[in-house]
């Protein structure tokens, strides 16, 4: 039985109400997770897989532990707003996923809650954490690392295309910093005898008017830098870069699994599962300075080969042997 994101949102919230008075008052409260998000795009993919780790934790939502959600709908300035409303219901713990400004705005908002983050980038870089094994302070978490791979990619970029010289990279410029991300891939391709042209994009307006100047331009190919906005338009980027028959290096599985030519970067939602068992450890009394921040221990590689076909690309055999996994 499948139920809609909102029925179920409903169902899990007005649960606890439709109890009789007298048994709710026999029954200890139950602490509130607040969850704040950014976008909801991706969460089906994300809620499961924070489901899962607070299982892990040995909590299942709506049994013995409440939920609160607050989503900013891609809109960054109302985060803010919404994690003081968060830390005003007087959470146990505030989750936080989707970019750094959404992890700074519950930081903003209180010092005593816990929260318990996933996020992409440096934290200590972007002023998150003070140390990854010692974060101090209430915030801890783990680290998504969709970006400070650009050299890889575009290395990966150079299997695929031996002969390329001309390449793009494609970045959400409403991200806190891509300035590392942009040195190294123009280092690399430099390495190589190529260039790279850095292009900006925060509206689907925008997403389009890159793809019909990279067709323009003969580009050869072009690299997507992390980041939530392509996330939640990974199907729109998808479809130009098949249009035009462009071969692109995207950040996430998550372009592979609707069709993307290859994907290189940390798994999401493991990064993700793992935040929900922190989430779980504090509920039970751990406190995040002492909870060292979780970086990927593996990125991988996705290839999907109907991809390469149908744009007319042959996937070297030794590019084929190194891929985590292969869509046929």
């Known amino acids: ?9 409903t169902l899990l919230g007005g649960a606890s109400a439709a109890l009789p008075m007298a048994a709710r008052a026999q029954q200890p409260a139950m602490p509130v ?8 795009e991706t969460f089906d993919d994300n809620w499961s897989a924070f489901l899962k780790g607070l299982g892990q934790a040995g909590y299942n939502a709506g049994k013995n532990v409440a939920i609160e959600y607050r989503w900013a709908g891609n809109h960054v300035d109302r985060l803010p707003e919404l994690a003081a409303d968060l830390v005003h219901r007087r959470v146990a713990v505030i989750y936080v996923t989707g970019g750094t400004l959404a992890v700074l705005a519950a930081k903003s908002a209180t010092t005593t809650i816990p929260i318990i983050f996933t996020a992409g980038g440096d934290p200590v870089q972007r002023g998150i954490v ?5 974060p101090g302070g209430n915030l801890t978490g783990t680290v998504i690392l969709n970006s400070q791979v650009a050299a890889k990619r575009l290395g990966l970029l150079h299997e695929l295309l031996p002969r390329a010289t001309s390449f793009a990279m494609l970045v959400d410029s409403s991200a806190i910093s891509y300035d590392q991300d942009i040195m190294e891939a123009r280092a690399a391709a430099s390495a190589i005898g190529g260039k790279i042209e850095v292009f900006t994009a925060t509206t689907n307006r925008e997403v389009d008017s890159v793809f019909a100047t990279l067709v323009a331009k003969h580009t050869d190919a072009l690299m997507l830098n992390g980041g939530i906005f392509f996330t939640d338009r990974r199907v729109q980027i998808v479809t130009l870069a098949a249009r035009h028959a462009l071969p692109v290096i995207y950040f996430s599985r998550r372009f592979a ?11 999401a939602q493991d990064q993700i599962r793992q935040a929900g068992v922190y989430v779980g450890r504090v509920i039970q009394g751990a406190k995040p300075a002492d909870l060292p921040v979780i970086l990927p221990t593996k990125l991988e590689l996705i ?7 149908t744009i007319g690309l042959d996937v070297p055999p030794n590019l084929i042997a190194i891929a985590d996994e292969v869509i046929e």
Do not use: C, K, P
């Open 1 to 9: 039985m499948t139920i809609r994101r909102r029925d179920f949102i």
């Open 33 to 40: 997770v607040g969850y704040l998000a950014s976008s909801t």
């Open 130 to 134: 003070s140390s990854l094994n010692r």
């Open 257 to 267: 699994e609707v069709g993307g030519l290859m994907s290189y970067g940390s798994n």
């Open 303 to 309: 290839i999907d080969l109907q991809t390469a076909r």
